[in-house]
């Protein structure tokens, strides 16, 4: 459990035409486009979202390629609200992405680096495990774009269920494409991604907030003079934690972490992530010794949580854990964040890039531990 600390005032070419399932592989990709488009997803990676760069290498190489294209759309989708002038616009953006996504789940892909290795990895994954197995990640997917769709304009959330509920709808989503690319339809390794996507999406939240409270740039015309900004200041804290603890969103705008009451907002928040994380590691503790997870799964019995009635077994939910470790380790970067955003007492300000997380990561692996 996190501790406050108090102290005076408040001091985040073979030619993919030789398919087996034509509905699928229609798209004509080379080997060379294929590559491609994998460097082109691994640079955005490394320059934009570098835990998924480090994270990518210890995903089982079934789903890496899936991997990669659906953290590059994440990280572009994300960019979306910073990158355009308007929400009209970025919901034009998104329409794009959802009318690709059908484009590249039917067989003919644009040719654009993403939907090139999406198209790839559902080619494989169809091949591995039938046409039907890839319905799942369509699914997935769609509902991850459309929940960015909604979080277009950057208005703080409603409640702190509302941020866990976004986060189940992106973080936790994107672990369970990745899952689903392997594939592995696992209720306890859906149960771990919900809450450890949870706490992800709440830890993004945190660390954009200094990101997103700073004013905006100005958009350059052809002749170098402002023609708007691409947005508007926000706080995206939620506004029930904002009302406990009396924190203003002008405050934090024109006094940025030493705004009357941040840091005691942020602990709020942060600590509901960190019981996710909490929750999680009880969970894996509980499963890894054979016994049950401790708490019924909620999501289970909804679209694409329907599972077995009858359960794999001990032997069998070890062997899931194992294959679907790698996906877990989302769980490190999140924890890591946590524990410095605890030593700089809840100050997000005051948090840069972490050089340990590299090793972190590479421990939670050999020690099957998150």
Same mark, same amino acid.
């Given at each position: 459990?996190?501790?406050?600390?108090?102290?005076? @005032?408040?001091?985040?070419?073979?030619?993919?035409?030789?398919?087996?399932?034509? !509905?699928?592989?229609?798209?004509?990709?080379?080997?060379?486009?294929?590559?491609?488009?994998?460097?082109?997803?691994?640079?955005?990676?490394?320059?934009?979202?570098?835990?998924?760069?480090?994270?990518?290498?210890?995903?089982?190489?079934?789903?890496?390629?899936?991997?990669?294209?659906?953290?590059?759309?994440?990280?572009?989708?994300?960019?979306?609200?910073?990158?355009? =002038?308007?929400?009209?616009?970025? $919901?034009?953006?998104?329409?794009?992405?959802?009318?690709?996504?059908?484009?590249?789940?039917?067989?003919?892909?644009?040719?654009?680096?993403?939907?090139?290795?999406?198209?790839?990895?559902?080619?494989?994954?169809?091949?591995?495990?039938?046409? =039907?197995?890839?319905?799942?990640?369509?699914?997935?997917?769609?509902?991850?774009?459309?929940?960015?769709?909604?979080?277009?304009?950057?208005?703080?959330?409603?409640?702190?269920?509302?941020?866990?509920?976004? *986060?189940?709808?992106?973080?936790?989503?994107?672990?369970?494409?990745?899952?689903?690319?392997?594939?592995?339809?696992?209720?306890?390794?859906?149960?771990?991604?919900?809450?450890?996507?949870?706490?992800?999406?709440?830890?993004?939240?945190?660390?954009?907030?200094?990101?997103?409270?700073?004013?905006?740039?100005?958009?350059?015309?052809?002749?170098?003079?402002?023609?708007?900004?691409?947005?508007?200041?926000?706080?995206?804290?939620?506004?029930?934690?904002?009302?406990?603890?009396?924190?203003?969103?002008?405050?934090?705008?024109?006094? @940025?972490?030493?705004?009357?009451?941040?840091?005691?907002?942020?602990?709020?928040?942060?600590?509901?992530?960190?019981?996710?994380?909490?929750?999680?590691?009880?969970?894996?503790?509980?499963?890894?010794? *054979?016994?049950?997870?401790?708490?019924?799964?909620?999501?289970? @019995?909804?679209?694409?949580?329907?599972?077995?009635? !009858?359960?794999?077994?001990?032997?069998?939910?070890?062997?899931?854990?194992?294959?679907?470790?790698?996906?877990?380790?989302?769980?490190?970067?999140?924890?890591?964040?946590?524990?410095?955003?605890?030593?700089?007492?809840?100050?997000?300000? $005051?948090? *840069?890039? =972490?050089?340990?997380?590299?090793?972190?990561?590479?421990?939670?692996?050999?020690?099957?531990?998150?």
């Amino acid at each position: 459990m996190f501790s406050r600390s108090r102290p005076v @005032g408040h001091g985040l070419k073979r030619a993919s035409c030789l398919y087996k399932t034509p !509905s699928l592989r229609r798209g004509i990709s080379t080997e060379a486009d294929i590559e491609q488009a994998r460097k082109y997803c691994l640079n955005q990676l490394r320059q934009g979202d570098y835990d998924a760069y480090l994270i990518r290498q210890f995903v089982p190489r079934s789903a890496r390629d899936a991997y990669d294209a659906i953290r590059t759309l994440n990280l572009e989708l994300a960019r979306l609200p910073e990158s355009v =002038s308007s929400p009209t616009i970025g $919901q034009f953006r998104t329409q794009f992405w959802k009318d690709t996504v059908a484009r590249t789940f039917a067989g003919n892909p644009p040719r654009e680096p993403i939907s090139i290795l999406l198209h790839k990895a559902i080619g494989d994954l169809s091949d591995r495990a039938g046409p =039907s197995s890839t319905n799942s990640l369509k699914f997935w997917l769609l509902r991850m774009i459309k929940t960015r769709e909604q979080h277009m304009e950057n208005k703080p959330f409603i409640s702190l269920a509302a941020l866990e509920e976004y *986060g189940e709808n992106t973080y936790a989503t994107l672990m369970y494409v990745t899952l689903a690319a392997m594939p592995l339809h696992s209720v306890h390794m859906d149960h771990l991604a919900s809450h450890i996507g949870k706490a992800c999406g709440i830890v993004a939240t945190l660390r954009g907030l200094p990101i997103l409270a700073a004013p905006s740039q100005p958009i350059r015309g052809p002749a170098g003079s402002s023609v708007g900004n691409t947005r508007n200041p926000a706080v995206l804290l939620p506004l029930d934690i904002m009302a406990e603890v009396g924190l203003r969103e002008e405050d934090v705008f024109r006094k @940025g972490p030493n705004a009357e009451g941040l840091q005691d907002a942020v602990f709020r928040v942060a600590t509901r992530a960190n019981d996710h994380l909490i929750t999680a590691r009880e969970m894996l503790k509980n499963l890894k010794a *054979g016994e049950s997870p401790g708490h019924d799964y909620e999501h289970e @019995g909804e679209a694409e949580h329907v599972y077995s009635e !009858s359960p794999a077994g001990s032997d069998g939910t070890a062997s899931d854990l194992r294959r679907g470790f790698g996906v877990l380790l989302e769980s490190v970067p999140a924890a890591d964040y946590l524990q410095r955003l605890e030593g700089a007492n809840f100050d997000p300000f $005051q948090l *840069g890039t =972490s050089w340990k997380l590299p090793w972190k990561i590479w421990r939670a692996l050999k020690t099957e531990r998150i």
